[in-house]
């Protein structure tokens, strides 16, 4: 019964190869069904390559792919590899768990034996089994994610409360054959220089497309995959990182929609790390017109940690580019969104311990009276969150060195608050930070207080003309008679008795 059921699957398998095959490799596939095995002693050259030996109908060389690696000789376990890889590209419905339970548990103990045999690392993998292997990732790995209905919102984040990710129930099986494909990559036994033609252009794009995926899991393994693939492949690397920017840019600029953002930012971190110095302007351009813009979206509290740790990265490399930087945040501070200034708060803060003198003063009016309007906030986590920038000592230096300045710009800010601020952590806070300017310089700060009272004084007599000036509005308007269309003045007394 089970031999029955078993002699079944290489038939789907070769009707699910020809279906998805390209058509000039049909009549080689048939001629391999047919049992021709001629095509393993072959030169692997242009089409023969591609379906003779890597899509056989039941068996390769006259090998049961059942059969255990143990069972066979060495000259053969190659042989044997790429007819179980190739019984594995049978694919099955999962929705349904009572569906083909027999036929699933056999997929399932071949990709784990093969699995075995990778982290073995016993022989060097030869082109048909390398293209194989790539053959039976993509059927089982690539495909297209149903689209997401359930809101309008711009991204996956703000549902992150009301609905759990949607998970593949293929998943056990999606789970091994990516474990296998790592262990693929990362096996010494692998040639690069031939694998390059099979984990191709193509191969890779397919591979970032997944990371659309709302599994946390399968995005997990697809990050570390093309990590090593990063890594492993040194001929791809220009095109990877030109086609995250391409994410990166459609994600930004178009839709704001994207599961695999975090993820993204987490191997482009990885990679920043290693560029040599100094950073090319490829490199730059990215920071300017990729990092810096993906401040931007509603849903960055979701990537933030890695967005950051992708900026510092590239500010340790060159802290020239501090300066740049600062000036892009500034340019997509958030005016509504507390949450978004609280994090903002905090990057700049980790690019203040960075930065050098002279790039501080390129931007210290700019960058303190955003801080100043951070400490007025009404929203107590954001005035606290810029007040507790003095408790830095880095930065704490870096206002010393430059209080004449500074003072003037943040003093108003320190003595509205004192005043009239509702928060008493935060009138605490401010006090302190009063207090350490105090003690800074003395005479600075008497002058700083005395120039303010005397804007306060200068703003209170502008605030009493303007109402004098709309007191004689009324009084004139009030003697004119009201005739045909002439406008009606109402004051404030009959509003408020007609309401």
């Known amino acids: 019964m089970l031999r029955q059921i078993l002699s079944k699957l290489p038939r789907k398998s070769l009707k699910t190869d020809s279906a998805e095959s390209i058509r000039p490799e049909s009549p080689l596939t048939q001629q391999r069904s047919n049992g021709s095995a ?59 768990p009572s569906k083909n339970t027999l036929e699933k548990d056999v997929k399932r103990q071949t990709l784990l034996e093969l699995v075995e045999f990778v982290a073995s690392g016993s022989m060097r993998f030869s082109e048909p089994a390398i293209l194989a292997m790539c053959r039976m990732c993509a059927v089982n790995l ?61 191969f890779i794009l397919r591979l970032l497309d997944l990371f659309g995926t709302e599994d946390p899991r399968e995005r997990d393994c697809l990050k570390t995959i093309l990590h090593r693939v990063y890594g492993k492949f040194m001929v791809h690397r220009p095109f990877i990182r030109k086609s995250l920017s391409n994410i990166f840019y459609r994600f930004v600029f178009e839709t704001e929609k994207h599961n695999g953002i975090a993820e993204l930012l987490e191997i482009f971190g990885s990679i920043i790390s290693g560029f040599a110095l100094p950073l090319k302007e490829e490199h730059k351009i990215f920071l300017w017109r990729v990092l810096i813009p993906l401040h931007k979206p509603k849903s960055v509290g979701v990537y933030f940690q890695q967005l950051s740790y992708c900026v510092i990265q590239f500010i340790e490399k060159e802290p020239r580019l501090a300066s740049m930087v600062i000036k892009g945040i500034l340019k997509y501070w958030p005016i509504t969104n507390s949450q978004k200034e609280v994090m903002f708060l905090g990057e700049l803060e980790e690019i203040l311990e960075a930065i050098s003198m002279v790039e501080f003063q390129k ?137």
């Open 142 to 202: 690539f495909r297209v994610f149903p689209p997401n209905y359930r809101s309008n919102s711009s991204s996956v984040a703000e549902n992150d409360d009301n609905d759990d990710p949607m998970f593949d129930p293929a998943w056990p099986h999606l789970q091994i054959v990516y474990d296998l494909l790592l262990r693929f990559i990362n096996s010494s036994c692998l040639d690069a220089k031939v694998a390059k033609k099979y984990i191709d252009h193509s």
């Open 363 to 499: 931007v210290m009016v700019p960058l303190f009276w955003r801080i100043g309007c951070c400490i007025n906030s009404f929203h107590f986590q954001v005035a606290e969150r810029a007040l507790f920038l003095w408790n830095n000592d880095q930065i704490v230096n870096l206002i010393a060195h430059n209080r004449l300045v500074i003072l003037p710009i943040i003093f108003p800010a320190l003595e509205k608050n004192a005043h009239s601020h509702w928060n008493p952590g935060v009138l605490n806070l401010t006090q302190n930070v009063r207090k350490m300017f105090s003690e800074m310089d003395d005479a600075l700060y008497l002058a700083c207080l005395d120039q303010f009272k005397e804007d306060e004084e200068k703003l209170s007599l502008l605030a009493e003309q303007r109402k004098e000036a709309w007191r004689r509005l009324e009084y004139a308007a009030s003697l004119k008679p009201v005739t045909g269309n002439t406008a009606v003045l109402v004051t404030p007394l009959a509003t408020s008795i007609a309401c």
């Open 38 to 96: 001629a095509g393993l002693g072959k030169s692997s050259s242009g089409p023969k390559r591609t379906s003779s030996v890597v899509f056989p109908a039941s068996v390769v060389a006259g090998i049961e792919p059942l059969v255990p690696f143990k069972d066979v000789p060495n000259a053969e376990k190659m042989n044997l590899f790429v007819s179980k890889v190739s019984l594995c590209c049978v694919t099955f419905d999962f929705s349904d």
